[in-house]
């Protein structure tokens, strides 16, 4: 069984597609910690109703969160490390430690608007203004920089002419959060 450390800043909604499909046993996975850097992060909370460990780590709790991360994540024992819309970037630590083992979420079909500045609501309004007639969702492995990592996995949406940002964000998200379900499924320990 794989062991997960999930760093999430949000609402915590494609966590919770994870917690969902372990707990209906369509995942072999455990989740071992829940880290985020917004004490008042949808995540947190969803992680505590499940019943997985929480830490809060940002500048405001830590000295150097970079190695406050990678603690958590090896008291954990964790296997992979998944940036669920986590808005920090990760530390040299933290990705030398788990260099391949770390994977991201994207709401487009990178390389097509990924890099800084680009999260949320962002892609989705630029990806419409652009005329694109496809979006999607990509899970890549991190690297040192925004949304340059390999590419392991990607679904394709349709953009439909009538869309408004908020209805894009959601037809991508149902279908990120089913990728990252199947992606998950192929990890070993």
Not at 6 to 32: P, Y
Not at 97 to 126: D, M, W
Not at 157 to 180: F, G, I, M, S
Request: with cysteine; aromatic share 4%; charged share 20%.
């Amino acid at each position: 069984m794989v062991r997960l450390a999930i760093l999430a800043s949000h609402e915590g909604t494609t966590l919770q597609a994870l917690i969902d499909a372990c707990a209906e046993q369509r995942l072999d996975a455990q989740l071992v910690a829940v880290i985020s850097n917004n004490s008042a992060s949808g995540a947190l909370r969803r992680a505590k109703l499940a019943g997985i460990p929480t830490h809060h780590i940002s500048s405001k709790t830590h000295d150097c969160e970079d190695s406050a991360v990678l603690q958590v994540c090896q008291d954990a024992q964790a296997d992979w490390v998944l940036l669920l819309g986590y808005m920090k970037k990760l530390g040299v630590q933290t990705l030398a430690a788990y260099k391949s083992r770390i994977l991201n979420t994207h709401p487009a079909l990178l390389p097509k608007f990924g890099g800084q500045g680009y999260f949320g609501r962002r892609v989705h309004e630029a990806v419409l203004a652009a005329g694109e007639t496809q979006s999607g969702a990509s899970i890549h492995v991190v690297d040192y920089d925004y949304d340059t990592g390999p590419i392991l996995a990607q679904v394709t949406v349709p953009v439909c002419p009538a869309d408004t940002p908020a209805q894009l964000e959601d037809r991508v998200k149902l279908a990120e959060q089913r990728l990252l379900v199947e992606t998950v499924a192929t990890l070993t320990a």
